[in-house]
Nanobody, 129 residues
Framework: QKRLVESGGGLVQPGGSLTLSCASS????????IAWFRQAPGKEREGVAC?????????FYTDSVRGRFIVSRNNPAGMSYLQMNGLKPEDTGIYFC?????????????????????WGQGTQVLVSS
Protein backbone atom coordinates (compact mmCIF):
# COMPACT_ATOMS: atom_id res chain seq x y z
CA GLN A 1 0.00 0.00 0.00
CA LYS A 2 1.36 3.41 -0.97
CA ARG A 3 1.41 5.67 2.04
CA LEU A 4 3.24 8.19 4.21
CA VAL A 5 3.71 7.87 7.96
CA GLU A 6 4.72 10.73 10.24
CA SER A 7 6.38 10.35 13.62
CA GLY A 8 8.24 12.39 16.21
CA GLY A 9 5.49 14.56 17.60
CA GLY A 10 4.95 15.14 21.29
CA LEU A 11 4.82 17.65 24.12
CA VAL A 12 7.59 20.24 24.28
CA GLN A 13 8.12 23.41 26.27
CA PRO A 14 8.29 26.79 24.54
CA GLY A 15 11.74 27.33 23.12
CA GLY A 16 12.33 23.62 22.74
CA SER A 17 12.97 21.52 19.65
CA LEU A 18 11.44 18.55 17.90
CA THR A 19 12.28 16.72 14.70
CA LEU A 20 9.43 15.16 12.77
CA SER A 21 9.99 12.30 10.35
CA CYS A 22 7.97 11.26 7.32
CA ALA A 23 8.51 7.75 6.02
CA SER A 24 7.23 6.61 2.66
CA SER A 25 6.05 3.15 1.71
CA UNK A 26 5.89 1.97 -1.89
CA UNK A 27 6.39 5.52 -3.16
CA UNK A 28 9.36 6.63 -5.20
CA UNK A 29 9.86 10.14 -3.84
CA UNK A 30 12.98 10.96 -5.79
CA UNK A 31 11.17 13.13 -8.33
CA UNK A 32 8.30 14.24 -6.12
CA UNK A 33 7.82 17.39 -4.05
CA ILE A 34 7.44 16.83 -0.31
CA ALA A 35 5.55 19.27 1.89
CA TRP A 36 4.70 19.64 5.55
CA PHE A 37 1.36 21.08 6.63
CA ARG A 38 -0.12 21.69 10.04
CA GLN A 39 -3.61 22.12 11.38
CA ALA A 40 -4.22 23.93 14.61
CA PRO A 41 -7.46 23.38 16.54
CA GLY A 42 -10.30 25.19 14.83
CA LYS A 43 -8.13 26.35 11.94
CA GLU A 44 -7.56 25.32 8.36
CA ARG A 45 -4.63 23.18 7.35
CA GLU A 46 -1.75 25.40 6.28
CA GLY A 47 1.52 24.81 4.48
CA VAL A 48 4.57 25.07 6.71
CA ALA A 49 7.54 23.93 4.64
CA CYS A 50 8.26 22.11 1.43
CA UNK A 51 11.22 20.81 -0.50
CA UNK A 52 11.33 20.37 -4.24
CA UNK A 53 12.57 17.41 -6.19
CA UNK A 54 15.10 19.04 -8.48
CA UNK A 55 18.83 18.73 -7.93
CA UNK A 56 18.79 22.12 -6.24
CA UNK A 57 16.01 20.96 -3.89
CA UNK A 58 14.43 24.39 -3.45
CA UNK A 59 12.83 24.92 -0.06
CA PHE A 60 10.00 27.19 1.00
CA TYR A 61 8.79 28.17 4.44
CA THR A 62 5.77 30.02 5.67
CA ASP A 63 6.73 33.32 7.27
CA SER A 64 5.92 32.25 10.81
CA VAL A 65 8.49 29.43 10.82
CA ARG A 66 11.24 30.77 8.57
CA GLY A 67 14.53 30.79 10.44
CA ARG A 68 13.28 28.27 13.01
CA PHE A 69 12.28 25.21 10.96
CA ILE A 70 14.40 23.23 8.51
CA VAL A 71 12.94 20.80 5.99
CA SER A 72 15.07 18.10 4.41
CA ARG A 73 14.79 14.88 2.48
CA ASN A 74 16.71 11.64 2.08
CA ASN A 75 15.66 10.14 -1.23
CA PRO A 76 17.41 6.76 -0.94
CA ALA A 77 15.77 6.22 2.42
CA GLY A 78 12.39 7.55 1.26
CA MET A 79 12.31 10.00 4.16
CA SER A 80 11.66 13.64 4.88
CA TYR A 81 12.37 15.52 8.08
CA LEU A 82 11.12 18.71 9.67
CA GLN A 83 13.50 20.05 12.29
CA MET A 84 11.64 22.52 14.50
CA ASN A 85 13.59 24.85 16.78
CA GLY A 86 12.51 27.69 19.03
CA LEU A 87 9.02 26.24 19.26
CA LYS A 88 6.19 28.54 20.27
CA PRO A 89 2.69 27.76 21.58
CA GLU A 90 1.27 28.86 18.24
CA ASP A 91 3.18 26.00 16.58
CA THR A 92 0.81 23.58 18.28
CA GLY A 93 -1.17 21.40 15.89
CA ILE A 94 -1.26 18.19 13.92
CA TYR A 95 1.57 18.03 11.41
CA PHE A 96 1.12 16.21 8.13
CA CYS A 97 3.52 15.34 5.34
CA UNK A 98 2.32 15.15 1.78
CA UNK A 99 3.78 14.34 -1.60
CA UNK A 100 2.96 14.31 -5.28
CA UNK A 101 4.72 14.29 -8.62
CA UNK A 102 4.78 17.27 -10.95
CA UNK A 103 3.96 19.99 -8.43
CA UNK A 104 4.53 23.26 -10.31
CA UNK A 105 7.52 25.24 -9.08
CA UNK A 106 7.05 28.07 -6.65
CA UNK A 107 5.82 28.66 -3.14
CA UNK A 108 2.14 29.03 -4.02
CA UNK A 109 1.94 25.61 -5.62
CA UNK A 110 4.07 24.10 -2.88
CA UNK A 111 1.59 25.21 -0.22
CA UNK A 112 -1.64 24.33 -2.09
CA UNK A 113 -3.27 21.35 -0.44
CA UNK A 114 -4.78 20.39 -3.78
CA UNK A 115 -1.28 19.91 -5.20
CA UNK A 116 -0.78 16.72 -3.20
CA UNK A 117 -1.89 13.20 -3.90
CA UNK A 118 -0.62 11.34 -0.84
CA TRP A 119 -0.96 12.37 2.81
CA GLY A 120 0.13 10.89 6.10
CA GLN A 121 -2.18 10.49 9.07
CA GLY A 122 -0.48 13.27 11.04
CA THR A 123 1.51 13.58 14.25
CA GLN A 124 0.49 15.81 17.15
CA VAL A 125 2.77 18.60 18.37
CA LEU A 126 1.88 20.40 21.59
CA VAL A 127 3.98 23.35 22.70
CA SER A 128 3.12 24.21 26.27
CA SER A 129 4.71 24.91 29.62
Amino acid sequence: QKRLVESGGGLVQPGGSLTLSCASSRLDLQDWTIAWFRQAPGKEREGVACVGSSDRRPTFYTDSVRGRFIVSRNNPAGMSYLQMNGLKPEDTGIYFCATAPAVPPGQNSCFRRQSYQYWGQGTQVLVSS
